[in-house]
């Protein structure tokens, strides 16, 4: 009695332990965590954080800048005065002096060009292409996750159609050995059922080695250990009701391209900053000065100042060897080249997208043959396998009714993941990924 309860207990323990270490997980499940753990996320995040850091007035030039500063100068000397009285020259050696000198100043652009404004608005413009190319980078993590996930799913139903075919083979096989029995088949036949039964259980090992593989490259798009167990149960639904006309019209929210029109604005501010360096600069400036000499010889042994002052500066470029001119040129080319990446990622996206569209419409239309063709093979290799068991077909029919029934079930999967991927990438580029 204590035996069965100790191994009652062990193999709980064993089952609790295996069950633990065995996670399940759904599409959404392995999307938040990949959208948690993603470095690639982590890494634009933080370059939005240091965009938003950075757009501020101080950083513009905006605000006044302020400094406080202090001397206080020891010296020792040798002092020779002459008068024109004679009498009255002095000469000494070892004179102690000390100047102290401290002052506040204060001072802010009045006018630059309006460099102070378009700095501004080119550093919002930054911190808002960061935010696109945030979201543009969680639309990318969810769309190779759920790739990565039905790639899963279509290599189980790959499995799952070699099993189908072993218990066939295992069905001829039976039926091979019971025939052999009552001298209606000979050895060669049950050598060839049991190579076929073979063959197709080193498939499924293969198999299963390849769903090991694409689980690792699920986990590694989530950022965990490959050693992890995960078991995942789902089948490929494809959203059939996608329109051409909606992709189009929501092509423009496509991040890369916001970003790519973000880009557009940021050199055109640079244009404006380049520009204003050529117009003068006006500063109002502030501060109180503190200025004490003391000697102790000399004609003057204290000499102190002290009080607040008010002013103006003005600065006027008037020539820097073309270099401010070159700048401006330079960067109104460089706005150029920003407008003519974004046509290229338009235009290539738009190609992109129509490619995407007629593969989706293509699968789609191959879906309801496909799944036709798979139940007739799954009924062909049934009336086979019952006519091969009366005797009224030979081995032959039925190893080609099996090879039709894989076949048609591997084509079926591979339409429908075909789909469902074409599916993902109409959505990514349209920015209607849902996460």
Do not use: W
């Amino acid at each position: 009695m204590q035996k069965s309860i100790y191994i009652f207990l062990i193999a709980s323990c064993s089952f609790a332990i295996n069950a633990k270490a065995q996670q399940s997980f759904s599409l959404n499940e392995a999307i938040k965590t990949a959208l948690k753990n993603s470095y690639d996320i982590q890494l634009v995040e933080n370059s939005l954080a240091i965009a938003k850091n950075n757009n501020d007035l101080g950083v513009a030039g905006a605000l006044p800048t302020i400094a406080a500063n202090a001397n206080d100068n020891k010296t020792n000397s040798t002092l020779q005065q002459q008068y024109t009285d004679p009498t009255r020259n002095t000469t000494k050696s070892g004179v102690d002096g000390t100047t102290v000198t401290a002052g506040l100043t204060a001072s802010v652009v009045v006018f630059n060009g309006y460099r102070i404004m378009a700095t501004k608005e080119r550093l919002a413009a930054i911190e808002k292409q960061n935010t696109v190319l945030l979201k543009g980078q969680m639309q990318n993590t969810v769309a190779l996750v759920m790739q990565q996930y039905y790639n899963v799913v279509r290599q189980q139903a790959y499995l799952t159609t070699i099993e189908k075919s072993i218990e066939a083979s295992k069905q001829r096989l039976d039926i091979v050995n019971t025939k052999t029995q009552v001298g209606l088949a000979n050895q060669s036949d049950i050598l060839q059922s049991n190579l076929d039964l073979n063959a197709l259980i080193q498939a499924k090992q293969n198999q299963l080695l390849v769903i090991d593989q694409a689980k690792a490259d699920l986990l590694n798009s989530m950022v965990m250990a490959p050693t992890e167990q995960i078991i995942i149960k789902d089948s490929i639904l494809v959203y059939d009701q996608i329109k051409l006309a909606d992709v189009e019209a929501k092509m423009k929210l496509n991040p890369s391209l916001q970003s790519a029109e973000q880009n557009i604005n940021i050199n055109q501010y640079i244009e404006k900053e380049t520009r204003a360096l050529m117009y003068p600069t006006l500063r109002a400036n502030t501060g109180y000065n503190f200025s004490s000499n003391k000697s102790a010889a000399g004609f003057s042994l204290l000499n102190e100042t002290y009080g607040p002052y008010l002013g103006v500066s003005l600065s006027v470029p008037i020539y820097a060897g073309t270099a401010s001119k070159r700048n401006y040129k330079n960067a109104k080319i460089n706005t150029d080249i920003a407008k003519i990446t974004y046509k290229s990622t338009e235009h290539d996206m738009t190609t992109e997208m129509y490619k995407t569209f007629q593969a989706y419409q293509n699968n789609l239309k191959q879906a309801p043959i496909e799944q036709s063709n798979y139940a007739m093979s799954q009924d062909l290799l049934g009336l086979v396998m019952q006519k091969y068991q009366l005797g009224q077909a030979t081995m032959v029919d039925v190893k080609q009714a099996q090879q039709s029934f894989e076949n048609a079930g591997f084509r079926l999967v591979s339409l429908r993941y075909a789909a469902k991927i074409a599916e993902i990438e109409l959505k990514r580029i349209s920015n209607q990924l849902t996460f």
